[in-house]
């Protein structure tokens, strides 16, 4: 790996470069890993990143494959960014059966389009996109192996002091969005049954990188001197390099019905010590509202832990860099979490 610097990352460039840095055991897989892999919902906050991964893991590897990503590309640049990394896109949009018909073939599928925010007032697009497509995707590649993002929010929030929520607790989703995840958990899960899909389902809980995640809402509201409410009171979290890695690596855990992980850092943070760190790193006074409430969104991380390994980067090391980042002025996406939301509707 790379040296890091401890206290600074300079700008986008070195950004994208670490998010994508492959570990030795991602190349080794990638290796062994026969064929091409089309990422759905490539374009979003997490999927750049993870395409480049694999780009700079299969050349690692030595392995010739197609790596292409798809999406309808409605950020602008993120479609020649990409291809300008060796990627090829297509842009379509994936509710249209005839587009989806029409992707390449590929034995390897990373799924990670989604809808979550503006749900409230659109909640069937929500329900389309997270419940829905999934069947159509796993039909159209049903011959393919199936590594489909999923979140965190599937379970109900805990008592901070019984830790994170673990895979084989039952999910109890709050609100549309999250039952909208569970619902895409399920249709893959009926789909790799019924048709022998070796698939994995991530629970991912809040990728945190310099343009967006939980750690920058906060610094940018403690540096604006805007309230931050602790009601909910604690939250994980996990750099999106490493969030990356983990998912790659679950193309060898595939299983039918799904393998089930959570993808997660092994902290539990406490968001008026976050705040406090922030003011002192940022030099402000942080204007807490709100009293903690017992219970949290929290998920434990330790069975990928075990199988994927710890991740590279500490939470107090994207604090640091996230209160420098944010100090600077650097670039951010304006993609709020809303973390703070404790009655599932985002
Ligand atoms: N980021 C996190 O911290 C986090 C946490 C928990 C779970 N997750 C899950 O992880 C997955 C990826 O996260 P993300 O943050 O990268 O999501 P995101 O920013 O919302 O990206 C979604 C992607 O889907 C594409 N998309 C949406 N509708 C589409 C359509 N009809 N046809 C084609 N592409 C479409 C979007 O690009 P276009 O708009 O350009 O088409 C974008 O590339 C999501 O499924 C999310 O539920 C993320």
């Known amino acids: 790996m790379a040296t890091w610097d401890p206290d600074r990352i300079e700008n986008v460039e070195q950004l994208e470069e670490m998010l994508s840095e492959p570990t030795e055991a991602v190349i080794e897989m990638l290796r062994r890993l026969p064929g091409d892999i089309v990422i759905l919902g490539v374009a979003g906050k997490v999927g750049p990143s993870l395409a480049r991964m694999v780009k700079r ?3 690692a590897a030595g392995t010739r494959r197609r790596v292409i990503g798809v999406a309808r590309f409605s950020r602008a640049g993120e479609e020649a960014k990409l291809k ?7 842009k379509a949009d994936l509710l249209d059966p005839v587009q989806l018909e029409k992707l390449p073939d590929a034995p390897n599928v990373v799924y990670m389009a989604g809808q979550k925010f503006g749900t409230t007032g659109n909640e069937s697009l929500t329900w389309a996109m997270n419940s829905f497509l999934p069947g159509m995707v796993c039909q159209r590649y049903r011959h393919s192996k199936l590594v489909a993002y999923s979140t965190g929010n599937v379970y109900k929030m805990k008592p901070v002091v019984a830790g994170g929520s673990r895979e084989t607790d039952r999910p109890e989703p709050l609100g549309e969005y ?3 995840c569970l619902g895409r958990e399920r249709i893959i899960e009926y789909f790799s049954r019924t048709m022998k899909i070796p698939a994995a389902l991530i629970r991912l809980n809040y990728a945190c990188e310099m343009r967006y995640g939980v750690l920058v809402d906060m610094a940018q509201r403690v540096l604006a001197g805007e309230p931050v409410d ?3 009171s604690c939250l994980d979290l996990i750099w999106q390099g490493d969030a990356n890695v983990m998912t790659l690596l679950a193309f060898e855990h595939l299983a039918s019905p799904p393998f089930v992980v959570n993808v997660v850092g092994p902290e539990i943070l406490s968001v008026r010590q976050l705040c406090e760190e922030f003011g002192r790193l940022l030099g402000k006074k ?3 509202v709100g009293v903690e409430a017992p219970d949290a969104g929290l998920a434990d991380g330790g069975l990928a832990h075990r199988l994927f390994g710890y991740p590279r980067v500490s939470a107090g090391q994207i604090v640091r860099w996230t209160a420098d980042w944010v100090k600077r002025g650097g670039e951010s996406l304006g993609k709020p979490t809303h973390f703070e939301v404790r009655d599932g509707n985002y």
């Open 84 to 90: 300008a990394k060796g990627i090829e896109t297509i």
């Open 57 to 59: 893991a299969s050349d």
């Open 286 to 288: 942080p204007n807490i």
């Open 178 to 180: 999250s039952m909208s």
């Open 230 to 232: 602790v009601t909910m």
